[in-house]
């Protein structure tokens, strides 16, 4: 790498961190507010039952869940570092079920649907999720497999009006809130769709 391609940080600005701009820290002291004032104080209860939908629906309405997702979907068009400022100032609720829940929700149901899914898709999942009004769990591990996405066996075919699924999964995280859940299979057996 050549030294102009370096990133450095310039210590004589004042800012703390240099992936960090003053709109991430502006973030970052917002939703910590937030978190310290609406979830921390709830954390103990969270932790021995499991923590309600509201807390979902709340970080939606703030804008929280769709930060790094484009505008047209309800998200505020930013980039993975706002992701980080998110993970953050969640681990000041002191519930790490509540962390992981906000984790599945953004960053791993959300993506695919954003990514590969059709416009319909992005409309009938990805608004609502970014809104916190449909929360999603994640379908990965199996029987055999645990969470080794290339050992799994479930198997999507071409069927009439979408893909017939089969296959077993154990452990669906985020299962006991999900309205949706985005389901690892595999599509290619021995070079076949």
């Not at 240099?18 to 969270?46: C, G, Y």
């Not at 998110?86 to 519930?95: F, I, K, N, P, Q």
Request: proline content about 5%.
């Amino acid at each position: 790498m050549e030294s102009s391609t370096v990133i450095k940080p310039e210590h004589g600005t004042g800012q703390k961190e240099f992936i960090f701009t003053q709109e991430h820290e502006d973030l970052r002291a917002s939703m910590e507010d937030w978190v310290k004032k609406e979830l921390h104080p709830h954390r103990n209860e969270w932790e021995d039952t499991k923590w309600p939908d509201s807390a979902i629906q709340r970080a939606g309405e703030l804008g929280y869940l769709g930060l790094c997702f484009p505008e047209e979907y309800g998200g505020q068009g930013g980039d993975y570092y706002y992701s980080l400022v998110r993970a953050e100032a969640l681990s000041y609720a002191g519930s790490g079920g509540l962390g992981m829940g906000f984790a599945v929700q953004t960053d791993m149901v959300l993506p695919p649907v954003h990514l590969l899914g059709t416009e319909e898709q992005k409309q009938k999942y990805l608004v609502p999720g970014i809104q916190g009004t449909k929360i999603g769990a994640l379908g990965i591990t199996e029987p055999g497999a645990g969470s080794d996405v290339a050992g799994i066996r479930t198997r999507a075919v071409a069927a009439p009006g979408g893909y017939k699924i089969t296959g077993s999964k154990i452990w669906c995280t985020g299962a006991a809130y999900a309205d949706i859940i985005v389901v690892a299979a595999k599509t290619d057996v021995g070079g076949k769709e």
